[in-house]
Nanobody
Framework: QVQLVESGGGLVQAGGSLKLSCAAS????????MSWHRQAAGKQRELVAI???????NYADSVKGRFTISRDNAKNTVYLQMNSLKPEDTAVYYC?????????????WGQGTQVTVSS
């Protein structure tokens, strides 16, 4: 059974930095796209950043230039380095890992980690 475990969330002052990690386990197959999403209180979950198996990346406009997504395929781990944090970055952050197996795609989600940015 595939499990994704996030870590690295916490409380930080505006302008500070945090690094989130998400380790995937329990699969015989490698993962394709891995991504970070966030959900602030009362809002819909949104995509923050995504990285393909080859390392191509894409970011939400709101985090471009401040956040960096990376991955270690040998460890099945994806990271999110968050710099220059703002109060509006406060949310529960979730990682997602996709596996494409033939015609089917399986999406796996982590349990979420809270990031709180104080002003």
């Amino acid at each position: 059974q595939v499990q994704l475990v996030e870590s690295g969330g916490g409380l930080v002052q505006a302008g500070g930095s945090l690094k989130l990690s998400c380790a995937a386990s329990g699969s015989r197959f490698s993962f394709d796209a891995m991504s970070w999403h966030r959900q602030a209180a009362g809002k819909q979950r949104e995509l923050v950043a995504i990285i393909g198996s080859g390392g191509s990346t894409n970011y939400a406009d709101s985090v471009k230039g401040r956040f960096t997504i990376s991955r270690d395929n040998a460890k099945n781990t994806v990271y999110l380095q968050m710099n220059s944090l703002k109060p509006e970055d406060t949310a529960v952050y979730y990682c997602k890992a996709a596996q494409v197996l033939g015609l089917f795609t399986n999406d796996y989600w982590g349990q979420g980690t809270q990031v709180t940015v104080s002003s």
